[in-house]
């Protein structure tokens, strides 16, 4: 099994997704709630895996457009959907197929740390962006990163591996961990202006539901989560 090959586990990937404490109790409230009132906005969902934050916006009356580089994964989404957004199956290291100024908000979800660099992406965000538009995505935290990988300086980028263990399968993750600074380095001189960086704290529900995680959640750095619009 090739690294980071989500197609090879999607089903159960998305299973987990849908109800853990990480991404439902954590990430997607905290990433829809920069997303703030879309109703009516152009909405790229860049990385949209199997659909979960796709709905909710389209829920919330965004016209949504999907991309991701797993098919399975994407086939997922649009059982989910029901036609109800555009998706296309695009590699974020790549020129992306709109047009210039083809979306008022871009929102990219645990993707960004699987990208050795983000000049190309960002790059093309900002492309896509209309005047004014904004970019708001959740990362790795690299505090989370550099103990764990073990790396030699937290000042430099480097990519470490995990393994998973999802629907009776060892999947080995590859991930990028690149410091605070360059994070910021990067967003500005893709013409990002930096409006928001958010650590935030997990639903209180999380408390009862997942006792264990709830303790991690709320005294170690897990995700970093940045609101930046086009200059």
Known sequence: MSENDYDAFAAAYQADNENN???????RPAILSLAGDVAGFRVLDAGCGGGAHAAALVDRGAVLTGVDASAGLLEIARRRLEGRARLLLADLNERLPFEDGAFDLIVASLVMHYLRDWSRPLSEFRRVL?????????????????????????????????TWHRGGKDITMRFWHRPLHAMFD???????????????QPDPKVSTLFPEAYKSLTTKPRFLFFSAVKV
Do not use: K
């Open 186 to 200: 990067a967003l500005r001189s893709a013409g990002f202006r930096i409006d928001v960086v958010s650590e935030p």
């Open 21 to 27: 404490a990480w991404n439902a109790y954590y990430e």
């Open 130 to 162: 209309s005047d004014g538009g904004r970019l708001i995505f959740s990362t790795h935290h690299p505090f989370m990163d550099h103990d764990p990988a073990s790396g030699e300086s937290y000042f430099g980028t480097y990519n470490f591996s995990e």
